[in-house]
């Protein structure tokens, strides 16, 4: 007969119970018992209670079992269960991010580290370690079409995952296979390219039917995929000018189709409020209402960030090498002057059609203007082809121009919006096609008067680096197809070898341009939206054969050499046109921001850039320059002043998102981590030898967390009682002295999230033994050492009551760190939604209409009080510690 507080099993349930109340009628005795995993109270039969484990405590693998489910249990509640030295080493930064996704239940963050620091790897340790531990198994991945090969590289060879990509010429075809069902439904594991879903605001020679068929078929196709994660790369093109833009309609609906959502940016803040507030309330809009909860104590919990200062590699040295940049002013000469001329007529003929633009609220025509100027900059090759394009385009098509978008222009790349930009409205096409006739007449006579004073300066260059160094490998990037074709034949015509890298390229051939560059060629010329986000650190020198207006793009370019692994310092070549306003203005708006950087403390241009030079509009200084050239210092000056501002804030900016740690190198962590898988078979096995179960060939499989047979056993709860008795063992193959081994679980509530297991050994002396309690429970999941089971021994209550309060003592410590975590956790959520709905009340007290007003006001004041006791219930804890199993060691002989 058992008696009240014993636990026991049913043995209709298998499950273990413990016993409340005894009861006896007309001969047959009843239990009321508490199921110890549902907490559910119920009436069983005596005949059907077995006792919990006292036939099997003195079991080797019943031991062994218990303390593979308590290290499991550990684990799952604390630590990182993927087992990364199987794949990749991390980077401490890289650690500490995979830490801080894994401190929280939901995981949606933003993955804010300076360009190189591998935030793909970020990605994948926290998708291993979420389906390790069961808890996601459907994974988007939205990047930029330039990125999708790197994603599903990088998975596959690093993390062993296999996605499918979802491309649009591949969307057609899939939809057909699967009989037009939603083609992201049929694949648990999918990358997308970010404009292939993106909803379509207009397209050329599109109905508006045809459109919302398109808008249909992708987007939602895509947000009802039922996904568990959904990672977004390059996620401040997301934020978009405004909140209408397409880009970030397409991150608001993916940001509500997951309760897992990863932001991946190097520049999550531009220095303007609202684009960051965008990307803040796709993570949380409930906590970020407004601009003013743009503040570090908001944001600080969704940002895991690390600046390449402070990165280390895993021996505490530094991760990046030096950079070195060099300006290269070309002059043009006598044999120039055609390019020259070419240059100041089309400079005329952006002056004059700018100013109209302006004056006609026309800003897609102004764009143009932009785009003409940049090319002209760029290569004679390039203007000229883009001016017999559109003079084409006007000539021919003109019933289908149309007025672009101005946010989507401004929101691509030069090279991507070019295509686009050709065929907007004319302004009247008589007129401008007279121009343009005369325009390319003049550029097609500088083509053939001598090769461009630029193309001139980069082969002497080139020659001077191949005799330097006969390997280099070398990346010169440009804005503009045309200029990175005429860049290959010139170059080649000299013996050089070359890869292509744009944006019109297709996936695979990018990745085969790529390939030939590392192995076989000496130079690369990549367009801007061609190279983003691909790693070539195998290449340190970096030529800017265009300069662009944004210093943020060079800083983009120089990254894709200036990367984790690169083994030289990065030589840079920044190219510019001497005599041109471009280059009047650079000067200047550089000198300024020299002056300013050092006033205000920073080293380099790069320490302010991240942060702030998207606020700065540097596209509108240069034109309004170009457009009315007497006040030109005038505007520069306004930059300047502009620029002082913003740069000022930097250290605000910088304090908001600034992610406050210290990052420590560990060179033992490959070889102290716990392979998570080893620890699940072990468990599973020692379980199926203690219950005489047949084994299958566990050690080819890899066992996850979601694994059916792993469910059911963490699914019980373990519960030892005093009257189960202790098992006797000797310990083989490990020091040891005589004493009690024993394994307690501390919780501060029911559920597993908020609970440790702890090791503790104990000699006979009544000595606590920190290093042999872990080594006990470390080795006693390997097969290093040996169990000589000797039987098992009853405990009394005074044993028992003393063996509790010597653990109730030894773990304090750790109740108490536990706690005060717990308690900060709870503190800084409460703080971050009383933040948030005062701001909300704040905003509701504005509200004109009066009734409206009153109601909103005190639902938000009744969503206070409700936090508020939320909060209160949540700071009482209920500890406990509870053995899970007691063990009485012996020395051998």
């Not at 109730?808 to 703080?831: G, V, W």
Request: charged fraction near 25%.
């Amino acid at each position: 007969m058992f008696t009240v507080g014993e636990s026991v099993i049913d043995t209709q349930s298998n499950r273990v119970v413990l016993i409340v109340e005894v009861h006896e009628l007309w001969g047959i005795t009843t239990y009321k018992v508490i199921d110890m995993v549902t907490n559910a109270v119920y009436s069983v039969n005596a005949e059907n209670l077995a006792s919990s484990v006292a036939a099997s405590v003195a079991s080797e693998a019943f031991v062994r079992f218990v303390a593979a489910w308590c290290k499991v249990k550990n684990e799952l509640a604390n630590g990182t269960v993927f087992d990364t030295s199987e794949s990749v080493l991390p980077l401490p930064h890289q650690r500490y991010a995979l830490e801080r996704a894994m401190a929280s239940n939901e995981v949606r963050y933003m993955l804010a580290d300076e360009v190189g620091l591998g935030k793909t790897i970020e990605a994948g340790l926290i998708i291993k370690e979420l389906k390790t531990r069961g808890i996601i198994e459907r994974i988007l991945v939205v990047c930029p079409k330039g990125l999708v090969t790197q994603w599903e590289a990088e998975m596959l060879e690093k993390f062993g995952e296999r996605f499918t990509i979802v491309s649009p010429e591949d969307y057609a075809t899939l939809k057909k296979i699967n009989h037009d069902q939603n083609v992201f439904t049929q694949f648990p594991l999918v990358i997308s390219p970010m404009d292939a879903i993106k909803p379509l605001e207009q397209r050329n020679g599109w109905t508006q039917d045809r459109i919302d068929q398109y808008n249909d078929d992708r987007i939602e196709a895509v947000v009802a995929g039922g996904w568990d994660l959904i990672i977004i790369d390059e996620a401040h093109r997301v934020a978009g000018s405004t909140g209408e833009v397409a880009r970030h309609k397409l991150g608001d609906m993916l940001s509500k189709a997951s309760p897992h959502l990863l932001l991946l940016t190097a520049t999550p803040h531009s220095g303007k409020t609202e684009p960051f507030l965008r990307l803040m309330q796709l993570l949380d809009r409930d906590a970020f209402p407004n601009p003013k909860a743009v503040v570090k104590e908001q944001v600080t919990p969704y940002i895991i960030r690390t600046e390449k200062r402070e990165a280390v590699d895993n021996e505490g040295k530094p991760l990046f090498k030096e950079r070195h940049t060099h300006l290269v002013k070309v002059e043009w000469q006598e044999r120039h002057s055609l390019q020259q001329e070419l240059y100041e007529q089309v400079t005329e003929y952006v002056r004059t059609g700018y100013n109209k633009a302006m004056r006609e609220k026309k800003p897609y025509i102004g764009f143009l203007m932009v785009l003409f100027q940049r090319l002209v900059s760029s290569s004679t090759a390039a203007i000229a082809d883009a001016l017999e394009r559109r003079l084409e385009i006007i000539t021919t098509q003109s019933e289908q121009l149309h007025t672009a978008n101005i946010g989507d222009l401004a929101d691509q790349e030069m090279e991507e919006s070019l295509e686009e930009a050709l065929t907007v409205l004319s302004a009247g096409i008589a007129e401008e096609k007279l121009q343009l006739e005369q325009l390319l007449s003049l550029a097609k006579q500088a083509k053939n008067q001598f090769i461009d004073a630029k193309a001139e300066q980069l082969c002497e260059i080139l020659r001077v680096l191949s005799t330097q160094e006969a390997d280099a490998k070398i990346i010169i990037f440009t804005e503009f197809v045309m200029t990175q074709k005429f860049i290959q034949a010139l170059v080649e015509a000299r013996g050089f070898t070359t890869s292509l890298i744009n944006g019109h390229m297709s996936i695979e051939e990018r990745n085969v341009a790529l390939r030939q560059f590392r192995r076989e060629h000496n130079i690369l010329i990549s367009t801007d939206a061609g190279g983003e986000g691909i790693n070539m650190q195998f290449a340190h020198i970096v030529i800017n054969y265009d300069l662009p207006w944004n210093p943020m793009k060079i800083e983009q370019r120089i990254g894709r050499a200036d990367r984790i692994g690169q083994a030289k310092d990065v030589e840079v070549f920044n190219f510019i046109l001497d005599d041109t306003i471009e280059n009047r203005v650079r000067s200047v708006l550089e000198e300024k921001l020299a002056t300013i950087l050092t006033e205000l403390g920073f080293d380099k241009l790069q320490d302010v850039l991240n942060s702030d030079s998207a606020d700065l509009d540097f596209t509108q200084v240069y034109m309004k320059t170009i457009a009315a050239q007497r006040y030109g210092t005038y505007y520069t000056d306004e930059l300047g002043k502009d620029m002082e501002k913003q740069v000022g804030q930097a250290v605000k900016i910088r304090d908001i998102i600034r992610d406050e740690k210290t990052l420590m190198p560990d060179s033992q962590f490959e070889r102290q981590q716990q392979a998570f898988h080893s620890v699940l078979r072990t468990m599973l096995t020692h379980y199926k030898t203690w219950k005489g179960y047949s084994i299958d060939p566990l050690f080819d499989l890899e066992l996850s967390v979601s694994d059916p047979q792993i469910q059911m056993l963490l699914g019980d709860k373990i519960v030892w009682h005093q009257k189960d008795g202790i098992p006797v063992f000797e310990v083989k193959g490990v020091n040891t002295e005589n004493g009690l081994w024993s394994l307690w679980r501390i919780s501060l509530s029911d559920g597993d999230e908020n609970q440790r297991m702890i090791s503790l050994f104990v000699n006979d002396n009544n000595v606590y033994r920190p290093a042999a309690s872990k080594l006990l429970w470390d080795e006693m999941l390997h097969n290093k050492i040996t169990l000589n089971m000797l039987g098992s021994e009853s405990l009394d209550d005074d044993t028992y009551s003393a063996i509790f309060s010597r653990a109730a003592e030894l773990t304090e410590d750790t109740f108490l760190e536990m706690k005060n975590h717990y308690y900060s956790r709870r503190e800084q959520e409460y703080k971050k939604r009383r933040y948030a709905l005062t701001l909300r009340i704040e905003a509701a007290e504005k509200i004109g209409i009066e009734n409206i007003r009153v109601s909103r006001i005190k639902k938000l004041e009744r969503q206070l009080q409700e936090l508020q006791q939320e909060y209160n219930r949540h700071k009482s804890i209920c500890p406990t510690l509870q053995p899970m199993l007691i063990c009485k060691v012996k020395k051998p002989c």
